[in-house]
């Protein structure tokens, strides 16, 4: 074995997971949005959401004490969860050496016009989309993803 396969090997082994960046993306980036909640009760919001990324349940136990609303608290976590899981999946392709990345709307019914335009398109992993996102997430609620290629 050369050593360029063993390095391959070390750094395949320790690269973060698109989870894991998805996590460090909410504790620096997350809820840059909400302007109406003390420094404190957002601090609490990044937390509950990064320790319970795949975990709507418990991140509403751990939230349920904060005074916000059910449907608020349901808007705030699917919406931070799915921007930072975009942002992790850029990060995580770019070290796995993509080269594009594609928009790709959802399909659903209730996906928006402006998502069902952007469906297809590709441009190079480092550059924005057409719209100005360099992830597929528009707006609160978007479902949309994005797909890297190499």
């Known amino acids: 074995m050369n050593n360029g396969s063993i390095n391959e090997q070390l750094f395949a082994f320790v690269r973060p997971s698109r989870t894991s960046l998805a996590k460090q993306y909410i504790r620096q980036h997350g809820l840059a949005k909400i302007e109406d909640l ?35 608290l349901d808007l705030i976590f699917d919406n931070e969860v799915h921007e930072a899981l975009e942002i992790g999946g850029l990060k995580y392709a770019r070290t796995e050496g993509a080269a594009t990345k594609t928009w790709e709307a959802s399909g659903a019914d209730n996906c928006c016009p402006d998502c069902e335009e952007m469906d297809g398109e590709s441009v190079p992993l480092d550059s924005d989309f057409s719209n100005g996102c360099s992830v597929a997430h528009l707006h609160p609620g978007c479902n949309c993803e994005t797909s890297y290629q190499k």
């Open 38 to 72: 003390s420094t404190e009760t957002l601090s609490h919001l990044k937390t509950a959401i990064a320790s319970n990324l795949s975990n709507k349940v418990g991140f509403l136990k751990a939230t349920s004490g904060l005074g916000i609303d059910k449907q608020r």
